[in-house]
């Protein structure tokens, strides 16, 4: 059997490559490298693609963010609540302003915040609520949204993992007053280097967002606040047009192999991705849960399958956030699933033969062991 690998991103460039060989081409010639026509038509594009008024290319996904903030006016003192289970990014976001972030645990099933907690942790310093479409799989949005409205909270989406990905019938990234994109390589849209971008139908911080990108400039030389530098380039935003134009084709093989995952290990003992009615996820992970994790993580690698873990360490145990004091077990299960999850290699890279590889793999290997 050959190996298998969890990501091969050349793989997606040698789909396209003639594709992006002419995108890339073009924009050199055109001698234009940032805001520009390439970055213009990308965020019409992506706009029109999730369905909202305004998208500002940014320079990564935790600038997406952290310029989404600011934008709303959050700083510090200001409180935001924030999934315990995300990667670190999220949390980092709220840093950056200078506010606090308050976690709350996640649904057991669905690992997305869980709204049924989320009033409990508001106090009068609460600005804002930043879910996450974690894993790909839509947060439920309704409760989290009424829940701000009723306490006049702001609503940031951290859509980093979820390009395309429908709630209720509707894509995600326009719930929330705004939402921050990551199109780091690995993401399911994702450029040849750093690029993010801010999807927002309010047009205030539209504005807001684009004047803090370049360093809190519209007029050029003229400097209304403190900005920063943080653009996506014209290169980044000509690749990612072309890839825009395959992502609905990746996300339903991503979907077809996690319909083949769920059926072929359902006699697994793990805890298999759970979908609600109302959620059409696009799988940027396809995630179990077991109590041997590591144990199984080695035996798929002796068999050649790498896997990962997304992630091994939540953030309220990093060192970066020992000064907030929060102890391991204030999240229990934040923790756990930190001990337990394994992500299992899935994407438009991955192949029919390599799947089956894989699920022979983990059967050889891990099912029916007594
Ligand atoms: C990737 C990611 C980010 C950060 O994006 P970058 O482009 O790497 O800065 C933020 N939040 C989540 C959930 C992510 O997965």
Known sequence: ?????????????????????????????????????????????????????????????????????????????????????????????????GAIPVPVEPDERTYNIDPNKIERAITPKTKAILPVHLYGQPANMDPILAIAQHNGLRVLEDAAQAHGAKYKNKRVGGFGDAAGWSFYPGKNLGAFGDAGAVTTNDDQIADAVRTLRNYGSRIKYVNEVRGFNSR????????????????????????????????????????????????????????????????????????????????????????????????????????????????LPIGPHFTDEQQEDTITAIMRQLGQQD
């Not at 510090?76 to 999220?90: F, H």
Request: contains cysteine; charged residues 20%.
């Open 1 to 97: 059997m050959n190996s298998v690998r969890f990501l091969d991103l050349g793989a997606t460039y040698r789909e396209l490559k003639m594709e992006i060989d002419a995108a890339v081409a073009r924009t050199l010639d055109s001698g234009w490298y940032l805001l520009g026509a390439e970055l213009r038509a990308f965020e019409e594009e992506y706009a029109d693609y999730i369905g909202v008024k305004h998208c500002i290319g940014v320079g990564n996904g935790l600038d997406a963010l952290h310029l989404s903030l600011l934008a709303m006016n959050i700083g510090p003192g200001d409180e935001v609540i924030v999934p315990s289970n995300t990667y670190i990014a999220t949390w980092l976001a709220v840093s950056q302003c």
């Open 232 to 343: 996506l380039d014209e290169l980044q935003a000509a690749v990612l047009r072309v890839k825009l134009r395959h992502i609905d084709a990746w996300n339903t093989r991503r979907t077809h192999q996690a319909k083949q995952y769920s059926q072929a290990l359902q006699s697994m003992d793990w805890q298999l991705p759970y979908t609600p009615k109302w959620a059409e996820p696009v799988w940027h992970l396809y995630v179990v849960r077991c109590r041997n994790r590591n144990n199984a993580q080695q035996a798929l690698k002796e068999d050649g399958v790498e896997t990962l873990i997304h992630y091994p360490i939540p953030p309220h145990m990093q060192q970066a956030y020992a000064d907030m004091y929060l102890q391991p077990d204030a999240f229990p299960v934040a923790k756990n699933m930190a001990d337990e999850v394994l992500s």
